[in-house]
């Protein structure tokens, strides 16, 4: 019941926002990911690994509009010691389960009724809700040493354009780390940069 009750007050609201707000859309939406992590530590580079994410988005506004989102994402990537004998000696995969919000601030470079360019640039917020390290524990000078030296707050920066065809809505941007996503004792700078392509369709 309480299930029903949401989704009929969400109905509601964008009925309202449909009647009231210019150039308001909203949908679900589905997309790739392809993660690389930055560091500064000797020793250890970084490999890249492929996710995915889904989740929705609303946009406001005709020429210029504001696209708020809500995506369930999966970040992180490889860790590999370049000193080590053996790859599974030496490589250590980190997987975050993060909701991340971004919120983006764009521009319609063409804007012809079914078919629409666009630019757009924000913030994003991303709330990790899990995290895997495999292995979980890693000898020598190795700096993650658990799950805790993981921050549970993520900010970052996404730029990017997209197109509109009809009811669907292809996007194409990247994303750069701004805040350092290790929290452990040892000095280390760990950012997660992600490239993006989602594909949505728009509902109303």
């Not at 009929?8 to 509601?12: H, I, M, R």
């Not at 210019?22 to 000797?42: H, Q, R, T, V």
């Not at 790859?87 to 319609?108: A, D, M, W, Y």
């Not at 996503?181 to 728009?202: E, H, P, R």
């Given at each position: 019941?309480?299930?029903?009750?949401?989704v009929?007050?969400?109905?509601?609201l964008?009925?309202?926002?449909?009647?009231?707000?210019?150039?308001?859309?909203?949908?679900?939406?589905?997309?790739?990911?392809?993660?690389?992590?930055?560091?500064?530590?000797?020793?250890?580079?970084?490999?890249l690994?492929?996710?995915?994410?889904?989740?929705?988005?609303?946009?406001?506004?005709?020429?210029?509009?504001?696209?708020?989102?809500?995506?369930?994402?999966?970040?992180?990537?490889?860790?590999?010691?370049?000193?080590?004998?053996s790859?599974?000696?030496?490589?250590?995969?980190?997987?975050?389960?993060?909701?991340?919000?971004?919120?983006?601030?764009?521009?319609?470079v063409?804007n012809?009724?079914?078919?629409?360019?666009?630019?757009?640039?924000?913030?994003?917020?991303?709330?990790?809700?899990?995290?895997?390290?495999?292995?979980?524990?890693?000898?020598?000078?190795?700096?993650?040493?658990?799950?805790?030296?993981?921050?549970?707050?993520?900010?970052?920066?996404?730029?990017g354009?997209?197109?509109?065809?009809?009811?669907?809505?292809?996007?194409?941007?990247?994303?750069?780390?701004?805040?350092?996503?290790?929290?452990?004792?040892?000095?280390?700078?760990?950012?997660?940069?992600?490239?993006?392509?989602?594909?949505?369709?728009?509902?109303?």
């Open positions: 019941m309480k299930k029903l009750l949401f009929l007050s969400l109905s509601v964008a009925i309202m926002a449909d009647a009231q707000v210019p150039g308001f859309c909203i949908g679900p939406k589905i997309g790739y990911n392809s993660n690389a992590l930055s560091l500064d530590k000797e020793g250890i580079s970084a490999g690994k492929s996710e995915f994410q889904f989740g929705a988005f609303m946009r406001l506004g005709k020429k210029v509009y504001l696209q708020p989102e809500a995506n369930y994402q999966i970040r992180g990537g490889i860790l590999n010691d370049d000193r080590a004998t790859s599974s000696s030496g490589e250590q995969t980190i997987k975050l389960k993060t909701i991340s919000v971004p919120v983006l601030l764009g521009f319609r063409i012809s009724g079914p078919f629409n360019l666009r630019l757009m640039a924000g913030p994003t917020m991303s709330f990790v809700i899990d995290k895997e390290l495999k292995p979980a524990e890693m000898v020598g000078v190795w700096p993650i040493h658990s799950k805790d030296d993981i921050k549970n707050s993520i900010w970052s920066l996404q730029a354009g997209g197109i509109d065809l009809f009811s669907f809505t292809l996007d194409v941007r990247y994303e750069i780390g701004l805040d350092n996503m290790y929290q452990g004792t040892d000095d280390f700078n760990l950012k997660n940069n992600i490239f993006n392509v989602s594909l949505g369709f728009k509902l109303l």
